[in-house]
Every structure is written in structure tokens, then in C-alpha cells.
């Protein structure tokens, strides 16, 4: 049963601190998401990698957020340094664009910045 | 602003009753899709409705799409305690290039045993 895996499940950081998230996609998938849910926002799309490709990130604060895929097993997303607005539950998702038109969640990072 | 909007924000209901869910959005679509999240848990994607189609079912869903009216329903038949979640629609867009996945705030959906 294929699954998106992320890690950590929860992070509690004191502001200032840097924080990296990680994912891995469903092996074969081509597309990885990140999105950042909150009560107030909703979920937010942060990043798309298509092809380990970065295609859109202006949902990303650029001074403080990056993601990356060094490899097609591995997503990341550091913020640094962190504040307490970014607490939130991030979520790596990941697809296959020729298969379909549907994501794959991961279970999420909760992430607390104190 | 968010592409999709539920209604309603919240739905209490009785196992065996039906629950219907609505989602309003703004922009022409290439396809709309509903998404399930249990508490604590991430999105499962429940079903697609491209835009040329009118309704779609999956065992006890069954998704309609109005391009005119820009609205689509997810009605779950034969409500299970199990179905307590949140539902959120998502849209795609249909300009020119990548479109991304837009979601909207989601039904909490609370089926009482």
C-alpha cells in the first residue's frame, strides 16, 4: 500500500529556530506538493515540483521558506528562522500527472513555533 | 480568495441519512474534486467530476457538476459514523499552463451513531 511519508509528525521550535520538514512522494509519482493548512487560511499551496523540477512557489514566503528535491525520493521545506505564524500543519502531497489528476496526502507535520 | 466555497460550514446528522455537501466556485474549471480528512489526518482524494461531465458516482457518492450555475454537490448516502470528516472540494483551472489545485474552506460533516 503506497503511502506518502513525512517527517516529523510534530516539531515544537522556539522562534529563530530553523526547521526542516521532510518528505517522501509514492515511489513513481512525478508531481510533489506542499500546502499549509490553518484554521484562519485554510490549506495554502507553498510548492509544486514537477520532475523534482520547481514550477510554483509564490505561495512560499521567500525569505524565510525554501523547498527542494535533491532527489525523486526526498522533498524538503525549511524555514528559517522560523516565527510564530508559521505554526501550522504542513502536508507533502505527491501525483502522477499522465495517471490522473489526483493527489496523495501525507499524514502532515504539525509544527509549533513558540 | 479561496476557489471553492462549501456549504455548509458544518452538517450534523443521524447514521443512515443522506449528507449533502455543496461547493461554489468562481472561475471556468478543467475538473473539480472532493477530498476527505479525518481528524489529525491528511486529504483522501474521493472522486473527480471533469468539466463536460454532469454526475458521478463511487459506491455510496455520488458527485453532480453545474458549469452554468459554477456549483457541484458530493451527497453521501446511508451516512456511517465512519463518514465524520471534513470534505473539501478543490478546482482546477483551465488557462494556459500549470493551474494549481484550489481548495475550498470544507463541510465538518458529524454523523451521530
Known amino acids: 500500500d503506497a503511502r506518502v511519508t513525512q517527517t516529523p509528525r510534530h516539531k515544537v521550535t522556539e522562534m529563530g529556530q530553523e526547521v526542516t520538514m521532510r518528505c517522501q512522494p509514492i515511489?513513481?509519482?512525478?508531481?510533489v506538493f506542499w500546502y499549509r493548512q490553518t484554521m484562519m487560511q485554510g490549506l495554502e499551496l507553498l510548492a509544486y515540483f514537477r520532475n523534482r523540477a520547481p514550477l510554483d512557489d509564490s505561495g512560499m514566503p521567500k525569505d524565510r521558506f525554501s523547498a527542494e528535491m535533491p532527489d525523486a525520493t526526498l522533498a524538503t521545506l525549511k524555514i528559517q528562522p522560523s516565527e510564530p505564524r508559521d505554526s501550522a500543519v504542513y502536508f507533502c502531497a505527491s501525483g502522477y500527472t499522465i495517471q490522473g489528476d489526483e493527489q496523495y496526502f501525507g499524514p502532515g507535520t504539525r509544527l509549533t513555533v513558540t | 480568495s479561496q476557489q471553492g466555497e462549501e456549504d455548509p460550514q458544518a452538517l450534523s446528522i443521524q447514521e443512515g441519512e443522506n449528507a449533502t455537501m455543496n461547493c461554489s466556485y468562481k472561475?471556468?474549471?478543467?475538473?473539480l474534486q472532493w477530498y476527505r480528512q479525518n481528524s489529525g489526518r491528511g486529504l483522501v482524494h474521493l472522486i473527480l467530476?471533469?468539466?463536460?461531465?454532469r454526475e458521478k458516482h463511487s459506491g455510496r457518492l455520488r458527485v453532480t457538476l453545474d458549469t452554468s450555475k459554477k456549483s457541484s454537490s458530493l451527497l453521501i448516502t446511508a451516512s456511517r459514523a465512519a463518514d465524520t470528516a471534513s470534505y473539501f472540494c478543490a478546482t482546477r483551472g483551465i488557462s494556459g499552463g500549470y493551474n494549481k489545485l484550489i481548495f475550498g474552506a470544507g463541510t465538518r460533516l458529524a454523523v451521530h451513531p
Open positions: 472561475t471556468s474549471i478543467n475538473n
Open positions: 467530476i471533469r468539466s463536460n461531465e
Open positions: 515511489l513513481g509519482h512525478n508531481t
